[in-house]
């Protein structure tokens, strides 16, 4: 009974242990240059080597492009092993596939012959418009070509600006240069420049009061219009004192430019003689209020309250 137990199961071990092989493909009709997948599983025991050939075809219209990685999964004592070639061909008609043959340890494992039809694209010529002869089209410049190309564009331009920058300063200079000298400093130090020059003009011994209550004028005024943004040069006295209630000026002092200011106008409009003694001490009365308000002092004096004028 034993015995034939034995018999009877030893073909189903031989089964078991063998290799098999197994073979499909997803279509056996394409276009030209579409491509058929052909996939091969190969079940084997763990201990034996499968080897997936190269397939050479026998003909030049079937190209096989190749095979992708073999997946492999493990059961027990058996191994799976799958992989996929991928068949194309750019010629029209029917091809026959020979058997592909797989080794799987001193077993050799054949897949059946197959056939597949490769067919074009049909074209009917009477229904597709008509098209005119295209001009040939090179391909695009890459960045790199256009550069090798074109090196020197950017050359050239930078040279240009270079050229452009330096015209620029060079007027710039020439324009400096053409430029009165007290424009070149600060409103405090053109208006002690005003100053000098007013001294060396020689009004006062040259009997031309009115010219040079006129400059002095124009010193004070300038300087706050240049310093404080004061409209002064266009401003009348009155308004000139209003506008100076804002600055950080003692009751003293404020009072002394009312009384040159007044004077000044005398000067102008009604032909007023002042004195020597006068004249010296308008003069140094307007340094001094320049350098009472000069620009160390006068960020100072823009954030004080303006003075109340208690005298009108």
């Given at each position: 009974?034993?015995?034939?137990?034995?018999?009877?199961?030893?073909?189903?071990?031989l089964?078991?242990?063998?290799?098999?092989?197994?073979?499909?493909?997803?279509?056996?009709?394409?276009?030209?240059?579409?491509?058929i997948?052909?996939?091969?599983?190969?079940?084997?025991?763990?201990?034996?080597?499968?080897a997936f050939?190269?397939?050479?075809?026998?003909?030049?219209?079937?190209?096989?492009?190749?095979?992708?990685?073999?997946?492999?999964?493990?059961?027990?004592?058996?191994?799976?092993?799958?992989t996929?070639?991928?068949?194309?061909?750019?010629?029209?008609?029917k091809?026959?596939?020979p058997?592909?043959?797989?080794?799987?340890?001193?077993?050799?494992?054949?897949?059946?012959?197959?056939e597949i039809?490769?067919?074009?694209?049909?074209?009917?010529?009477?229904?597709?418009?008509?098209?005119?002869?295209?001009?040939?089209?090179?391909?695009?410049?890459?960045f790199?070509?256009?550069?090798?190309?074109?090196?020197?564009?950017p050359?050239?331009?930078?040279?240009?600006?270079?050229?452009?920058?330096?015209i620029?300063?060079?007027?710039?200079?020439e324009?400096?240069?053409?430029?009165?000298?007290?424009?070149?400093?600060?409103?405090?130090?053109?208006?002690?420049?005003?100053?000098?020059?007013?001294?060396?003009?020689?009004?006062?011994e040259?009997?031309?009061?009115?010219?040079?209550?006129?400059?002095l004028?124009?010193?004070?005024?300038?300087?706050?219009?240049e310093?404080?943004?004061?409209?002064?040069?266009?401003?009348?006295?009155s308004e000139?004192?209003?506008e100076?209630?804002?600055?950080?000026?003692?009751?003293?002092?404020?009072?002394?430019?009312?009384?040159?200011l007044?004077?000044?106008?005398?000067?102008?409009?009604?032909?007023?003689?002042?004195?020597?003694?006068?004249?010296?001490?308008?003069?140094?009365?307007?340094?001094?209020?320049?350098d009472?308000?000069r620009?160390?002092?006068?960020?100072?004096?823009?954030?004080?309250?303006?003075?109340?004028?208690?005298?009108?």
């Amino acid at each position: 009974m034993g015995l034939l137990f034995f018999m009877a199961g030893a073909p189903l071990l031989l089964a078991q242990s063998s290799p098999t092989i197994s073979w499909q493909t997803d279509t056996t009709k394409i276009r030209l240059g579409e491509q058929i997948n052909l996939s091969i599983e190969v079940t084997a025991p763990r201990k034996d080597i499968v080897a997936f050939p190269e397939i050479k075809p026998s003909t030049d219209s079937i190209e096989v492009l190749g095979h992708g990685a073999i997946d492999t999964s493990y059961k027990k004592e058996r191994a799976t092993y799958k992989t996929t070639y991928r068949i194309t061909s750019f010629d029209e008609g029917k091809y026959r596939i020979p058997p592909i043959q797989v080794k799987a340890g001193e077993d050799v494992l054949t897949t059946d012959l197959f056939e597949i039809e490769v067919l074009t694209v049909p074209v009917d010529t009477l229904q597709q418009a008509r098209y005119g002869i295209k001009d040939i089209r090179t391909d695009r410049y890459t960045f790199t070509e256009i550069l090798q190309k074109y090196w020197w564009i950017p050359v050239a331009l930078l040279v240009l600006a270079l050229i452009i920058w330096e015209i620029i300063r060079l007027a710039r200079r020439e324009r400096i240069k053409r430029m009165a000298p007290e424009l070149l400093l600060s409103p405090y130090e053109r208006a002690k420049f005003r100053l000098n020059r007013l001294d060396e003009s020689g009004y006062i011994e040259k009997e031309m009061v009115k010219e040079y209550y006129v400059g002095l004028t124009d010193v004070i005024r300038l300087y706050l219009d240049e310093e404080f943004d004061m409209p002064a040069p266009e401003s009348t006295s009155s308004e000139i004192l209003a506008e100076i209630k804002k600055l950080h000026l003692t009751h003293e002092q404020y009072y002394q430019m009312r009384e040159f200011l007044t004077d000044a106008d005398l000067v102008k409009f009604a032909k007023m003689f002042p004195s020597p003694d006068d004249n010296k001490r308008y003069r140094l009365f307007i340094e001094a209020i320049i350098d009472t308000l000069r620009p160390v002092q006068a960020e100072e004096s823009l954030t004080q309250k303006p003075k109340e004028d208690d005298t009108e």
